[in-house]
């Protein structure tokens, strides 16, 4: 069935630091891919998403570009703030069994050091 | 205006008890998504509504679960029999359609504890 990978955390980053965090999928459909992002305490927001291949998906700050040829959709930030020390979890949306259930990733723990 | 809300966000019970985990989705979304989080995880598919009817109940774990929408608004997640191996954060999500593309917007679960 379809799946994604994340890259392990927990991911230590000086202020002002790039952000790379490596998601890849397997997919037997033409999913959408998302990142969602969970702050201490809060519930899971929609970070950015991308629906088709070469699709840039972007908000505050962040970008995630939609790459088929690699089955990849990693998510990148110029320069982290502390404020975005927090869980984020790359997501397809599963299209062969027409429910478009979401598929996660187990997750990376970013930690953002001012 | 109002996102999805979830009762009660915290849920303490005894092994074998019967629970109800309640979800009120964003007005007019059709679409309704139950998931489980557990610890250090990302959250699982448990069960999928499109209006009243359950269209995919595929990722529930057992006949222990259960889960209703009869009006097509609101939603009911029921455990009987509880489990200590059912401790986790339910989440629910709704989305405008239940497309590929729609974004699914989540409530901030119930975390669920069985002792």
């Known amino acids: 069935g379809d799946s994604v990978t994340q890259m392990e955390g927990p991911v230590t980053l000086s202020e002002e630091a790039f952000l790379t965090i490596n998601c890849t999928y397997t997919?037997?459909?033409?999913?959408?891919l998302f990142w969602y992002v969970q702050y201490p305490g809060e519930g899971l927001q929609l970070l950015l998403k991308?629906?088709?291949?070469?699709d840039k998906g972007s908000n505050k700050g962040f970008e995630a570009t939609y790459r088929k040829e690699t089955t990849s959709f990693h998510l990148e930030k110029g320069s982290v703030q502390v404020s975005d020390s927090a869980v984020y979890f790359c997501?397809?949306?599963?299209?062969?069994?027409?429910?478009?259930?979401?598929?996660f990733g187990t997750g990376t723990r970013l930690k953002v050091l001012a | 205006g109002a996102g999805v809300s979830q009762t009660p966000s915290n849920k303490v019970t005894e092994k074998g008890k019967y629970v109800e985990l309640r979800c009120d989705p964003i007005?007019?979304?059709?679409?309704l998504y139950w998931y489980r989080q557990s610890l250090g995880q990302g959250p699982e598919f448990l069960i999928y509504?499109?209006?009243?009817?359950?269209?995919?109940d595929s990722g529930l774990p057992n006949d222990r679960f259960f889960a209703v929408r009869p009006e097509g608004s609101v939603s009911t997640l029921k455990i009987q029999r509880t489990e200590r191996g059912d401790s986790a954060v339910y989440l629910c999500?709704?989305?405008?359609?239940?497309?590929?593309?729609?974004?699914?917007?989540f409530g901030p679960g119930t975390r669920l504890t069985v002792l």
């Open positions: 999500a709704s989305s405008l359609g239940g497309r590929a593309t729609d974004t699914q917007y």
């Open positions: 997919a037997t459909g033409y999913p959408s």
């Open positions: 991308a629906t088709k291949a070469d």
């Open positions: 997501a397809l949306s599963e299209t062969t069994s027409g429910t478009y259930k979401y598929i």
């Open positions: 007005s007019g979304h059709t679409a």
């Open positions: 509504f499109q209006g009243t009817g359950a269209a995919d």
